[in-house]
């Protein structure tokens, strides 16, 4: 049952929906099937065809715009219609996996979330009906983590895979393996004309089909002189590209969406006719998707690195690129994550220019100097397997039954640093034993579907009566912006508003406080005016939403695998805030630091790494002098800090192994690396020993 192209064009063609039955297509489906047609890559349907039913593995690559990602999962629809299967396309962007299934459904004319769906992290439209389902990749990998042969799949396609997200890399590995066993499951792989031969070399037997790109000329420019205030210089050549230069569209990459709502807001004030549309992915998705539509203006769109290959915006002709983007970047030894703004790759900056010449010749600024470009910039971002932390992935594997992570067949194997680490970590969570196998604790723990390490809180929570409060603090840590808004020009106004949310000891508690506030305003407040008590608390409400969104499906799955029951401790318990910090303490003991005491400024020291940093400003804890505190993250902006911080009694944490004298870490004389913590910890035994003699004693009066 193999299609041709002319057969699925004139399914195409027909007044009626093939997919839906008697449905007649809209006129807009006919605009859109006509400006589909044109795209290189439809041009060449028979031609894919040809090789998807002559092999088991396709490697696709083209030129973005070029029709990969919203063509070649229809064509492989209708090829595959018949089988009764699914189709999954991934996508390493939460706002790429949406927008494109926003337009294929529109293309197929078919409702959102019926025959072509969408599935990304803690928010699902798919149903019953679905045969087309775009996803992010990390959500592909924890399906396969059930189901290893993908079996619910006729194929996966994994997109953009020239990017070489950690995830992406690991479900190429496991859908080289799952070919081998079934025989019937295609896997089509595509990317950007970039950073492929590894990729090939990776799948030696798979065909290659390259989509020929039509791309006219983009002339660069540089500036001779390189600048560090690369806003105003992006608001003063667009200002220039505006003023003089034919019609066209813009588009201009920043790095933060910080820098990006400035530069919008800068050239509102400036310019009535001209359309100023910022891109990146925490704007609410009905302000992303108006990048797409018609304006009676010339369009400027300001975008983050999303717009590089994921996204495709017709009409632009000219680019101003910053050469700048925000990169994570993960350090093993100091256990330490961070956002630089760093340069960008000289792949990227080739993918930015490329953007300018989709449609016409174009132009493309660059905002550094030619010689920067050469000697500075790196030729390809390093792979994501490189560059993060490795934990959750290793638990993963572990769970579904590869025992010696170490020799995986990774395109690219982690650093043995990080890999190590992520070990060492999995060790003290109690998720896998010494000799290295998943533990029952780890297998659940690798279940869930937020961070495995909050399993501990979970299950010390459900011992401490304040398990609730730890599937809060989980929700609220899983969102991808934080909850408490600080815009910049606002920033005093929003530390006032935030006061009374404010626990002194804990910044856990006062993003509990926010939460419970909020929900309380939303039980009685209507909703029109939720939206303004979130703006006069300068709380984000869409992040809020996500919170409480993620928690409830966090609920449902602990329901099954905790037996979690509803009792709660409650706000009147005068020990209220005590348990659940005693909660923090004793399930993320592992990321303790210890107060230097000699210094003037609130200086800390990790307990088991031994770094030195500060308590991050935005912290209620930041001009307190508390002894021990528990932190959720080590961030460096160039200062090392810890962020979300509460502070803990070290008598909650004495009886742990990880504080025993021999797990403590030794210097190579084999004393104590750390004095002052052995010190610390042996005062606060003395203390409780004193306590429970003296208790021993009121009882035999
Ligand atoms: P590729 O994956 O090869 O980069 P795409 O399939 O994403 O190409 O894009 C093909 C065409 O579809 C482009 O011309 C683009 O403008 C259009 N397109 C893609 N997504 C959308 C969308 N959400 N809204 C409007 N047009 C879109
Ligand atoms: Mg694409």
């Known amino acids: 049952n193999q299609t041709t192209a002319q057969q699925a064009e004139s399914l195409e063609d027909w007044e009626v929906n093939a997919l839906r039955d008697h449905e007649l297509h809209s006129s807009k489906y006919f605009r859109l099937l006509e400006s589909r047609r044109k795209l290189p890559v439809s041009l060449r349907r028979q031609e894919f065809l040809d090789t998807y039913h002559n092999s088991q593995i396709i490697l696709v690559s083209g030129e973005t715009g070029s029709g990969k990602t919203t063509q070649i999962p229809q064509f492989i629809l209708f090829d ?71 079996s619910a799949y006729s194929c996966v396609i994994l997109d953009e895979a020239h990017e070489r997200t950690l995830n992406t890399d690991l479900l190429m590995a496991l859908l080289k393996m799952a070919t081998s066993r079934r025989s019937c499951l295609k896997v089509v792989i595509m990317s950007a004309t970039l950073n492929i031969e590894k990729i090939q070399s990776y799948f030696p037997g798979a065909a290659t089909f390259e989509i020929p790109g039509k791309v006219h000329p983009v002339e660069i420019h540089y500036l001779s002189d390189s600048t560090p205030r690369y806003c105003y210089c992006a608001i003063s050549v667009v200002q220039h590209i505006h003023q003089n230069m034919d019609e066209g569209d813009i588009m201009l990459f920043l790095p933060t969406s910080g820098d990006i709502e400035m530069v919008c807001s800068i050239l509102r004030k400036k310019y009535k006719n001209l359309t100023v549309l910022p891109l990146y992915s925490a704007l609410s998705r009905a302000k992303q998707q108006e ?147 998943i533990t029952s604790k780890g297998r659940i723990a690798a279940r869930l579907p937020v961070h495995p390490k909050w399993l501990n809180a979970f299950m010390e929570g459900q011992k401490n009566g304040c398990l609730r409060e730890m599937i809060d603090l989980a929700a609220i840590s899983s969102t991808q912006h934080p909850i408490f808004s600080r815009p910049p020009p606002a920033r005093f106004a929003a530390d006032i508003a935030h006061r009374r949310f404010a626990c002194p000891l804990s910044d856990h508690m006062s993003q509990l406080n926010a939460l419970h506030a909020y929900e309380s305003a939303m039980k009685t407040d209507k909703r029109l005016s939720i939206s303004q008590w ?57 990321q303790c630091a210890l107060k230097h005491p000699h210094s003037h400024a609130t200086i800390y020291k990790t307990v088991h790494e031994g770094h030195t940093a500060g308590i991050h400003p935005e912290s209620v804890l930041s001009r307190e002098k508390q002894e021990w505190i528990v932190y959720s993250e080590f961030v460096s902006s160039g200062i090392p800090y810890l962020q979300t911080v509460t502070a803990v009694d070290p008598a909650w944490l004495i009886d742990l192994d990880f504080f025993q004298d021999d797990s403590l870490p030794k210097t190579a004389d084999g004393g104590f690396k750390q004095p002052l913590v052995k010190k610390s910890l042996d005062k606060a035994r003395k203390k409780k020993d004193e306590e429970e003699d003296l208790i021993s004693f009121e009882e035999l009066e």
């Open 534 to 590: 979130c703006f006069d608390s300068f709380l984000n409400r869409r992040a809020l939403g996500e919170v409480v969104r993620i928690r409830d499906q966090l609920l449902a799955s602990l329901q099954q695998e905790l037996a979690y029951t509803k009792e709660i401790c409650g706000f009147e318990d005068a020990e209220y805030d005590a348990h659940i910090r005693k909660t923090l303490a004793r399930s993320f003991f592992y």
């Open 80 to 150: 595959e219609w018949a089988s009764g299967k699914k189709v999954a396309c991934t996508q390493p962007r939460r706002l790429a996996t949406t927008a494109v299934a926003t337009r294929t459904a529109a293309e197929l004319d078919v409702p959102l979330g019926e025959e072509v769906g969408y599935s990304v992290r803690f928010e699902r439209k798919s149903s019953k009906l679905t045969r087309l389902k775009y996803m992010t990749d990390g959500l592909l990998l924890s399906e396969a983590s059930k189901d290893r042969d993908f």
């Open 291 to 437: 990048i797409f539509d018609d304006s009676e203006y010339r369009k400027c769109i300001v975008a983050t690195n999303v717009a590089e290959t994921s996204i495709t915006i017709d009409g632009i002709v000219y680019v101003v690129d910053s050469g700048l983007e925000i990169r994570p970047v993960y350090n093993p030894r100091l256990r330490m994550s961070s956002v630089l703004t760093c340069p960008i790759s000289k792949a990227s900056a080739k993918q930015r220019a490329g953007r300018a010449g989709r449609t016409q010749p174009g132009i493309c600024f660059r905002l550094y100097t030619e010689e920067t470009h050469n000697t500075c910039f790196i030729p390809s971002a390093p792979p994501g397997i490189l560059e993060g932390e490795l934990a959750s992935q290793i638990l993963l594997l572990k769970v579904m039954g590869f025992q010696s992570v170490g020799t995986f067949d990774f395109i690219d194997p982690p650093h043995p640093e990080v890999y190590l680490c992520g070990l060492q970590d999995l060790c003290a969570m109690g998720y896998i034993d010494d000799e290295g196998t």
